[in-house]
């Protein structure tokens, strides 16, 4: 949860080396959508961390001035569980490809919605393998050809809000790469999420797949605010779930938040209260510590780290 | 199949092809049943051709794209166990993913073939080639061969069905990432036909999923037995040496062409020998072995093929009474008392034969740093210059 207020601009959370996706590539939607979100939020870059997958996706962390972990396939949700639980103080936020979270790592997204451990996941859904060059994902609509499915894909693709739902996600969402303002707006609530929170991002691989395009989604997607969807509903949230691509996967696609409840702990709240205090001030002590012997390094981290420190 | 597919496989057909095509060439001429695959660079494009031969019906085995290689190995291990040919490839983290598996594979002594072009392990992360995935497999119980070329890929997937379905151990043919899995070559092909006859369906296993003699496979068990089920694998593996010989000399034969366990370049008169295996060290270590001599150093190469189980008498052999020999290992055995985990070996398999040869350990290509055929020579004249019993981080940057 924001900790304080300062004005920030999206280009604070830039670094100095420009993104390698290819020119078009949805992912540049979802870097502008997180700068812009955390920069209205007014945090601090050192009370974010980013943990990524293995992916073209995955590579977010390296354009982003905050706190990165880039990891192995499949393994986000685990490793920024970790995080947040040694430290509840940053917000920690997961991001990886479809191929990474609904495939490989599909169980964690299970286990991490049925916790409600505060993390934020963000999924570029591009339904396909983009770093391994255009192979079937499980997201990759029936029918469609890869280079591994040349025979066109005879599996049924996985429908990631409605698995989330029905694990006991407290907030799923799905934006759309090619509508950043409002992409960001609904990371932006995510991110001010108590538990855990579900982003699937419509996020076109230019390259590799020539089916789901900008123009396919946007001749598909329509917005469930502007459709009177109740998020707080779940049955509701539930049979807009089911819309794409399970009950027709040339039809119609509603983005926005899907469904939020705010009552249920987070399993951070929880772990504390068992334990009696986050981690996080053993941790503090621990860094103190060392900067009362005179080490200068450790001062320095203590000086840049008292805005957040209790 | 139709007369004209029926034709093609038929004729015997000089190809040009990576390693990685020869793999998916080999599968196809084994005609394998059931292939479970995880797509992971540098292994996609195995998987990619195989796709076009089953989309182009070439080859009719059950294809499926799983969701991790944790469930590829899984879904051969079941394969195997109701009776099917299976294959499957994969490298790196993939092979990681994969360890767990690896032994049930082993312990259910499963003729399992699988391909791996090899690749370094992360963190941090890297694409390129190494030994470090084939390395960490080491006591997993698999039958390991390490190709050097294209054709020799292709050839010792094929002589793997015969090893993996006469031993019942499966069998791992592991090649260079990158070097070779993206390199091309000449490869010929065996008449498909003649394969299919020189491997033909073993269906006489004890370890079958069948209703007619029900069983149940990998069941508890208890100190008491537990030890003697795995020191069979041992007694397997360390008996599939001879196996590996046979199929490799009976496919000379069919087919024309045989590697050995180990192959030696210029051994008659050596004072000096490195030890290599995969391709790219292969060709540098031949490559120095002749400048080397050039430079009046008498030196010789060897290469091993065959690294489970490990060629001990050979290596032995030919490495007995030579004044000194070094062994490069593109992999790291961290915290080792050597660096490299094949020179580890090799100084085992010597003094367990009271041979006192006195090796180098020489660590390169780690991450595909780049190898070059005057690393090779320096080696030789290291080995020359008296350096001996230590490990050498050669092209580190320090
Ligand atoms: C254990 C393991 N298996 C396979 C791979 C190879 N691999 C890297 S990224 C990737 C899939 C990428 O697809 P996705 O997660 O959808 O991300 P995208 O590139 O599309 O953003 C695969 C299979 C790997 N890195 N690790
Ligand atoms: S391959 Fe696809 S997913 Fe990867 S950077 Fe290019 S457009 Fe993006
Ligand atoms: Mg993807």
New interface residues.
């Given amino acids: 949860m924001v900790q304080i207020k300062v004005s920030k601009k999206p280009m604070d959370f830039a670094v100095a080396r420009a993104p390698i996706w290819c020119p078009g590539c949805g992912d540049y939607g979802i870097l502008e959508a997180l700068r812009r979100a955390l920069a209205e939020l007014g945090l601090p870059n050192e009370q974010v961390a980013i943990v990524s997958g ?1 992916g073209c996706s995955s590579q977010l962390p390296h354009f982003m001035k905050t706190y990165g972990i ?5 393994r986000v949700l685990p490793v920024a569980t970790g995080i947040k639980l040694a430290n509840p103080k940053l917000v920690v936020i997961g991001v990886g490809g479809d191929g990474d979270g609904y ?2 790592g ?1 169980n964690h997204l299970i286990h991490a919605a049925r916790r409600n451990i505060g993390v934020t996941y963000i999924v570029s859904n591009n339904q396909v ?1 983009g ?3 255009g ?2 994902s ?1 997201t990759t609509l029936k029918g469609v050809k890869t ?5 066109g894909s005879i ?1 049924t693709p996985v429908n990631p809000l409605a698995l989330a739902l029905s694990a006991g996600a407290t907030f799923v969402a799905r934006g759309f790469s090619g509508d950043v303002p409002h992409l960001a707006s609904i990371i932006k609530e995510a991110l001010t999420h108590r538990g855990f929170a579900l982003v699937d991002v419509l996020s076109p691989c230019v390259t590799f797949n020539r089916v789901n395009t900008y123009d396919w989604f946007r001749a598909r997607i329509y917005k469930l605010d502007s459709a009177g969807h109740d998020p707080s509903n779940y049955e509701e949230a539930y049979k807009r779930a089911l819309e794409w691509p399970t009950l027709d996967q040339y039809g119609k696609i509603p983005i926005g938040v899907f469904y939020k409840r705010e009552d249920l702990p987070a399993y951070e709240e929880e772990v504390s209260r068992l334990i009696g205090g986050a981690p996080i001030e053993r941790a503090d002590e621990w860094i103190r510590r060392i900067a009362e012997s005179g080490d200068k390094a450790a001062k320095e981290v203590l000086e840049a780290l008292a805005p957040i420190l209790p | 199949m139709t007369v004209a597919l029926e034709a093609r496989a038929k004729a015997k057909q000089t190809l040009a092809l990576t390693s990685n095509y020869a793999a998916a060439y080999a599968a196809k001429a084994a005609d394998v049943d059931v292939i479970a695959v ?4 540098p292994q ?1 494009t195995i ?2 051709k195989i ?2 031969f ?2 182009e019906g070439e080859l009719r085995a059950q294809l499926i ?1 799983v ?2 290689e944790h469930s590829a190995m899984s879904a051969v291990v079941g394969a195997a166990a109701a009776g099917a040919r299976t294959f499957t490839a994969t490298s790196s ?1 993939g092979l990681e993913l994969m360890h767990e598996v690896l032994h049930i594979a082993s312990g259910l002594r499963l003729p399992i073939v699988m391909a791996v072009p090899a690749r370094a392990l ?2 941090p ?1 890297s694409i390129h080639g190494d030994y470090s995935d084939v390395m960490n497999t080491r006591d997993t119980g698999w039958i390991t061969l390490i190709a050097a070329s294209a054709q020799e890929v292709y050839d010792s997937i094929i002589q793997a069905y015969r090893i993996a379905e006469s031993v019942l151990l499966p069998v791992m043919v592991a090649y260079d990432g990158f070097l070779m899995s993206h390199t091309t070559e000449a490869v010929e092909l065996n008449d498909e036909e003649e394969v299919r006859k020189w491997l033909p369906r073993r269906l006489d296993r004890p370890n079958l999923l069948t209703p007619e003699k029900p069983i149940t496979m990998g069941a508890f068990a208890m100190p008491d037995y537990y030890y003697e089920i795995k020191y069979q694998v041992q007694e397997a593996l360390l008996g599939s040496l001879d196996k590996v010989v046979e199929a490799d000399r009976e496919y000379g034969k069919a087919f024309g062409r045989s590697y050995g366990i180990v192959q030696s370049y210029r051994l008659e008169d050596a004072d000096y020998i490195v030890v290599a295996y995969g391709g790219a060290s292969w060709g540098n270590a031949r490559e120095a072995v002749d400048e080397a001599r050039r430079r009046g150093i008498k030196a010789g190469a060897l290469r091993l093929r065959v690294w489970r189980p490990y060629p001990a008498e050979e290596v032995a052999k030919a490495l007995a009474g030579v004044k000194a020999f070094a062994v490069v290992d593109r992999a790291i055995a961290f915290g080792a008392p050597a660096g490299g985990p094949v020179y580890i070996d090799t100084v085992t398999a010597l003094r367990m034969r009271g041979i006192d040869t006195p090796g180098l350990s020489v660590i390169h290509g780690i991450g595909q740093r780049s190898m070059f055929v005057e690393d090779f020579v320096k080696v030789f004249e290291m080995l020359k210059d008296g350096e001996r019993n230590k490990t050498v981080y050669m092209g580190l940057k320090l």
């Fill in positions: 293995i880039h990891g192995i396939h499949g495939g490989i599909l393998y770093l391994t060059t192979q079937m499980p280079k591994t499915t040349p025979y599996d | 995880y797509p992971i660079t996609t998987v990619e796709s076009e089953v989309d794209h969701e991790s983290q992360s963190a992360i």
